[in-house]
């Protein structure tokens, strides 16, 4: 499929990211992982978080993302010893939903959404995002280019460490 298409069909979710990057100025990584969870939440048949995010205001969208590195947290954790409380009520992602929606339910799903996360950054978000992407680095750079700098020296500094 042509990437106009796929931006086209993928108006709702480019729109969400710019949303994360460029107006609550939330981190580049993050807003993908972000990104990426909710599509893959889509795709397991939760469908229209997305698209209800983007109608509500800005805070609404920013609780969302709260929630979901909540979410990614709890996943990438086998047990939940100590990451986050399990029976912590996922308010947000919840009213989405339309239903009372529990963390050990995300949980309870690890399996899925850890085969999909990856596959879901790498087939549909590095193909419909990565404009978007570049021109958040871009605009993350001029906002704080002294961190982004730092980060990237340490990220430089471990890599060529674990060489040794």
């Given at each position: 499929?042509?990437?106009?298409?796929?931006?086209?069909?993928?108006?709702?979710?480019?729109?969400?990211?710019?949303?994360?990057?460029?107006?609550?100025?939330?981190?580049?990584?993050?807003s993908l992982m972000v990104m990426a969870f909710l599509l893959s939440l889509e795709t397991m048949g939760l469908n229209g978080i997305v698209q209800t995010a983007v109608k509500n205001e800005g805070w609404f969208m920013n609780s969302l993302a709260d929630e979901c590195v909540i979410c990614l947290q709890c996943l990438l954790s086998q047990e939940f010893s100590g990451v986050v409380d399990k029976s912590r009520k996922l308010e947000t992602l919840g009213h989405v939903l339309k239903t009372d929606l529990m963390l050990y339910q995300v949980h309870r799903m690890r399996s899925a959404l850890l085969t999909l996360i990856p596959d879901t950054?790498?087939?549909?978000?590095?193909?419909?995002?990565?404009?978007?992407?570049?021109?958040?680095?871009w605009l993350e750079y001029h906002r704080t280019p002294k961190?982004?700098?730092?980060?990237?020296?340490?990220?430089?500094?471990?890599?060529l460490h674990q060489r040794h």
């Open positions: 499929m042509a990437i106009e298409c796929l931006e086209m069909f993928h108006g709702i979710d480019r729109t969400a990211f710019r949303m994360l990057t460029q107006v609550l100025y939330r981190e580049v990584k993050q950054l790498s087939t549909i978000c590095a193909r419909i995002l990565g404009d978007i992407t570049m021109d958040a680095v961190e982004l700098l730092v980060s990237t020296h340490r990220t430089s500094a471990y890599r």
